[in-house]
């Protein structure tokens, strides 16, 4: 059975409560050290292609495309993602972004997935 599995900026404090932190963004959030991120792991391979990311530019109006899009590529990674969500049966799982936008973003589309198989 899955613990929680949730969604936090990277700009927000570390906290015990958070559990396995995980960054899932390609590019390191800017400003934030790595001693203050205090990560678990740095997964990259999760994260949305660059020309995804860069085609998305965190506009409102593409997030439903995004989301699709991201969604499929998600469909050609699934090693990674039951190995997330193991992680995610033995402890909380703390999937961190640095998306200004708390409900636009990748870590939600992310969520959902591991959380509902679709």
């Given amino acids: 059975m899955t613990k929680t599995i949730s969604t936090k900026r990277i700009y927000e404090k570390a906290n015990t409560n958070d559990g396995y932190r ?6 390191w959030p800017r400003g934030v050290s790595k001693e203050d991120a205090k990560l678990d792991e740095w997964n990259k391979d999760i994260a949305p292609s660059s020309d995804l990311r860069k085609w998305f530019d965190h506009k409102e109006e593409r997030f439903d495309e995004f989301a699709k899009r991201y969604k499929n590529e998600l469909n050609q990674q699934t090693d990674e993602l039951e190995r997330l969500k193991k992680i ?13 936008n708390e409900k636009i973003n990748h870590a939600v589309i992310l969520q959902q997935v591991l959380i509902t198989n679709k």
Wanted: aromatic share 6%.
């Fill in 88 to 100: 995610a049966t033995k402890e909380k799982l703390c999937l961190l972004y640095g998306a200004k």
């Fill in 22 to 27: 995980m960054l899932i963004d390609r590019l």
